[in-house]
């Protein structure tokens, strides 16, 4: 029997299991993909420093390695069963079943579909991408910046609120990070294509995080994105490929056009939809915007209404990698007091 088992390899899994295996547990970590790394594996640089994502997942990598952690990959929690005697039995997708004291969620977030958003022309229009493709292209990129159908773009915009803050999209939530995640975005385009005009139309702007303020200022005062407060209707495309957006203007109250080569939506973060599947085999709470409930707001963030499973990064709403990685060590220090009373 293993102490803890911990679903998800992304970076809230890694530094939950490295801090319990330091405490002295033993523990395991299944990742349903075939590498660890959750999504910092597609993303470029990181707010609010710029560095590169793949320099944090090293630092992962070498401290997992440093304590032979066990991780099985390739392999999907199905479900998690609390038996009377207080032991979990954890299903697998590839009939491995684990008997362990206590459960880590660490499944993380999914991001929204922008082609629900079917006004918007993700998937119809060559140029419309999701702020989760344009970090794989700026990771992957070989030489000049141009958009998919091979420009090398002159007016670039960003919409956010993609999904989030939508009753119709069911997301009522704010999914708090793509705010700065447009800025970082926009100052890397004006880095990549000086010439280039870049707007972003957003709701209202959100930078809550240390640094984030700071990085919205050099935006607008080093890079000289402009920021409409507006909110887009309708996209359509040109002969060209180039594509005309129509966007009201919240500030002035009236509508307008902008012409850009390159549509980016900001997408937001919505529940794992494994987490809501197994959530539901052991009777696990999920709150209004279907991400895992904590035990208490204030005090009790990595537990749950299940004793013996808890909590550990973007399972319990969007967070950045920053807030992720200190949650992840407080779900050590939460399984650890809940060990020690089990002894
Ligand atoms: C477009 C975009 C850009 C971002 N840029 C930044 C940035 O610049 N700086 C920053 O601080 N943050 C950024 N973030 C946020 C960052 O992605 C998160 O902070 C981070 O990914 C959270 O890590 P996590 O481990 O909690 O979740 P995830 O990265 O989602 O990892 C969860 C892991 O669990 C696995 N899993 C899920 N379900 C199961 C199951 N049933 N069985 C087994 N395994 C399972 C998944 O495969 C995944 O590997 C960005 C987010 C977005 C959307
Ligand atoms: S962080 Fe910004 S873009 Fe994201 S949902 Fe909140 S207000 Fe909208």
Partial sequence: MIDVLIIGGGIAGLETACS??????????????????????????????????????????????????????????????KQN???FEVQTSRDVVFHCKSVVLASGYQLFNAERKEEYGYKIYDNVLTSADLEKRLKNLQGEFTTPTGVTPKRIAFIHCVGSRDEKSGNHYCSKL?????????????QLCPQADVFCCYMDLRMYGP?????????????????????????????????????????????????????????????????????????????SNRFVKTKDHHIGSNQTNVDGIFTAGASIGPLSVFDTVNHAKSAAFAVNDYLKAMK
Avoid at 41 to 48: A, G, V
Avoid at 55 to 70: N, S
Avoid at 257 to 268: P, Y
Wanted: proline share 1%; hydrophobic share 40%; net charge negative.
């Fill in 211 to 287: 640094g984030f303020e700071e990085m919205y200022r050099e935006a607008q005062e080093k890079y000289h994105v402009q920021f409409i407060r507006g909110r887009l209707s309708e996209v359509a495309e040109n002969a060209n490929g180039s594509l005309q957006l129509k966007v009201e203007d919240t500030l002035a109250a009236r509508p307008s056009r902008l012409q850009v080569d390159m549509l980016v939506l900001m997408v937001g973060m919505e529940t794992a939809k494994s987490t809501e599947l197994f959530a539901q085999s052991c009777g696990l709470e999920c709150a």
């Fill in 85 to 87: 005697d207080g032991i």
């Fill in 178 to 190: 793509c705010c700065v995640t447009a800025v970082k975005q926009a100052i890397h385009m004006k």
């Fill in 20 to 81: 319990l295996q330091d405490l002295g547990y033993e523990t395991v970590i299944v990742e349903k993909e075939k590498t660890i790394g959750g999504h910092l594996n597609d993303w470029d640089t990181l707010f609010p420093t710029h560095r590169s994502a793949a320099e944090v997942l090293e630092h992962y990598t070498e401290e997992t390695r440093k304590r032979a952690l066990t991780i099985y990959l390739n392999t999907y929690v199905i479900s998690i069963k």
